[in-house]
């Protein structure tokens, strides 16, 4: 599995845009980009995935390089209570294990 | 639609005990998988089951165990604990297709061993 690079912490003002970089330079063509999130003592919990294009949902929207080697999670409105670690992860297509590094703690301040 | 559901959340064991952990699974998924968190090495895979069957596993010694019966629920053992074992203990369902698409962890078993 690719391994990621990520800063080890951030901080975000309450209401503007957090934007929580990755890179995965050695990332291969059937790896998927997936990011997590865990609040404090609770389980990890899904946000995103893609795989070449960029990717929105209600939670946030996942931009990936177009040669694929980095990527950045955006949360369109951080509130106080996106306070977390945050994961991003390669994972290959029909693979069944999720490799985790050391995440960002994103705090979000008001 | 019932998440993850993992018992008991919170165990107090002692040095050379063993314990049992369960986990429920979403209904109609078929892969548990089960995760170690500490504060040093941070969330690291043991194994995951697919249909009652060990399908990949980590990197963890023999003490660490476990087994998925027919209903899809999951138990993990460890025996002979050790200080080091005290941990958050994870497990995560999902459909087990390999498709993309998202795991969904419980809450966690919080296991300190003394």
């Known amino acids: 599995d690719a391994k990621t690079t990520q800063p080890p912490s951030m901080d975000c003002a309450e209401g503007r845009a957090a934007n929580l970089p990755c890179n995965h330079s050695?990332?291969?063509?059937?790896?998927?980009v997936y990011w997590y999130r865990q609040i404090h003592s609770q389980g990890p919990q899904y946000i995103i995935h893609g795989l070449k294009n960029n990717e929105t949902n209600e939670m946030a929207s996942l931009i990936i390089t177009e040669d694929r080697k980095s990527s950045t999670l955006i949360l369109p409105h951080a509130t106080l209570r996106d306070t977390a670690v945050y994961y991003c992860?390669?994972?290959?297509?029909?693979?069944?294990?999720?490799?985790f590094g050391a995440g960002t703690i994103l705090r979000v301040k008001s | 639609k019932a998440g993850v559901t993992q018992t008991p959340r919170y165990l107090i064991k002692t040095r050379g005990q063993q314990v049992t952990l369960s986990c429920s699974p979403i209904s109609g998924h078929r892969s548990v998988s089960w995760y170690q968190q500490t504060p040093g090495q941070g969330l690291q895979f043991l194994f995951e089951?697919?249909?009652?069957?060990?399908?990949n596993k980590g990197n963890f010694p023999g003490r660490f165990s476990g087994r998925q019966f027919s209903n899809s629920r999951s138990e993990m053992n460890v025996s002979t604990l050790e200080l080091g074992d005290s941990a958050l203990y994870l497990c995560?369902?999902?459909?087990?297709?390999?498709?993309?698409?998202?795991?969904?962890f419980g809450s966690g078993t919080r296991l300190t061993v003394v």
């Open positions: 995560a369902s999902s459909e087990g297709t390999g498709r993309p698409g998202g795991y969904t």
């Open positions: 050695t990332i291969s063509g059937n790896e998927y």
């Open positions: 992860i390669v994972r290959v297509e029909y693979g069944n294990k999720l490799v």
């Open positions: 089951y697919f249909s009652e069957t060990q399908r």
